[in-house]
Nanobody, 124 residues
Framework: QVQLVESGGGLVQAGGSLRLSCELS????????MGWFRQAPGKDREFLVA????????YSADSVQGRFTISRDNAKNTMYLEMNSLKPEDTAIYYC?????????????????WGQGTQVIVSS
């Protein structure tokens, strides 16, 4: 029903910036929310930021507040993650996810669809 495709990952030096994109396709849901997660090797998947597609309301994890910004373009069916002041500890695979319940929340249990992920490497 819903397909998510991430793009924009790559290699960046510490202190630099990247913008990730997540293109949404499939049927339109009335209360959809979208979020970004990341997972480093050997570690659990970590919630970053989420946004409600209709209202634009957002929620961010403490670890990325002030550095990462989530946004969406309804006309392009695309969600973005603007990452600034990147640190080596930001190195991970970044995933976008969709919540049919419209949950702007950090628990993976609220999310129903996941993308394949895009790799971000931050060098020191």
């Amino acid at each position: 029903q819903v397909q998510l495709v991430e793009s924009g990952g790559g290699l960046v030096q510490a202190g630099g910036s990247l913008r990730l994109s997540c293109e949404l396709s499939g049927r339109t849901f009335s209360n959809l929310a979208m979020g970004w997660f990341r997972q480093a090797p050997g570690k659990d998947r970590e919630f970053l930021v989420a946004i409600n597609w209709s209202s634009g309301g957002t929620y961010s994890a403490d670890s990325v507040q002030g550095r990462f910004t989530i946004s969406r373009d309804n006309a392009k069916n695309t969600m973005y993650l603007e990452m600034n002041s990147l640190k080596p500890e930001d190195t991970a695979i970044y995933y976008c996810a969709a919540s049919l319940a419209g949950a702007v929340a950090g628990s993976e249990a609220w999310y129903d669809y996941w993308g394949q992920g895009t790799q971000v490497i931050v060098s020191s």
